[in-house]
């Protein structure tokens, strides 16, 4: 393990103990597994594909039984949404829209981006955490999981207070049309049919 310092308990999942620390003067996340399925292995594997793609936090150290990777900070995303403009959520959704479909690409399904509460952060950009549950697949569901969080009710309908409608209707259409084809095309018509295709 490497030499890290100032350990506090954070919390804790389904799968695994958080701690904090630091090193080399930088706070980082240590996880340890919680119980018999130890996913350490499974996360690190995904991290080292996912950070050459600049997805996840920076993986920097892990072994058997511990990972450790930067600490992201940031806001749950409904959280941040609530509290940001119109052009900014646009911009962010852009990204993590982005962001799954490049996991698509690479064929790599996260899971829980149906509801990403506790695994997408916002500072000034978005990160995806937590990799502990990802699978290879043929067909990934990252950008449908993630349009159906964005057409939950709760999500809607804060989306519509900051000035972002669009068609739940048209979205489900595209997101059909893509899951049948993945195509660059299909995908761009789901970003057209939020609105998000030119963001600067």
């Known amino acids: 393990m490497i030499k890290v310092n100032n350990i506090k308990y954070f919390g804790e999942g389904k799968r695994s103990i958080v ?13 340890n597994p919680k119980n018999k ?23 920097i150290y892990y072994d058997d039984y511990n990972l450790v990777c930067e600490f992201v900070y940031g806001l749950r995303i409904t959280d941040w949404i609530r509290i940001n403009n119109n052009k900014s959520i646009k911009k962010n959704l852009k990204k993590i829209f ?22 997408i952060l916002i500072d000034k950009n978005p990160v995806m955490i937590d990799f502990e549950r990802a699978r290879f697949n043929e067909n990934p569901k990252n950008v449908s ?7 939950s009710k709760r999500v809607y309908e804060i989306l519509i207070k900051k000035g972002i409608k669009f068609d739940n209707i ?23 049919s939020i609105n998000i295709t030119e963001v600067s």
């Open 98 to 119: 982005d962001e799954c479909r490049l996991l698509d690409k690479l064929k790599i399904d996260k899971k829980e981006l149906t509801n990403p509460y506790k695994h």
């Open 19 to 31: 701690y904090t620390a630091y090193y080399k003067n930088k706070k980082v996340i240590i996880k």
């Open 145 to 151: 999981q993630f349009s159906q969080f964005i057409m």
């Open 37 to 59: 399925i130890n996913t350490i292995a499974n996360e690190v594997k995904f991290l080292k594909i996912l950070n050459k793609n600049k997805i996840g936090p920076k993986l």
């Open 170 to 192: 048209k979205l489900i259409k595209a997101v059909k049309k893509y899951k049948k084809s993945y195509s660059e095309k299909d995908y761009n018509s789901i970003l057209k």
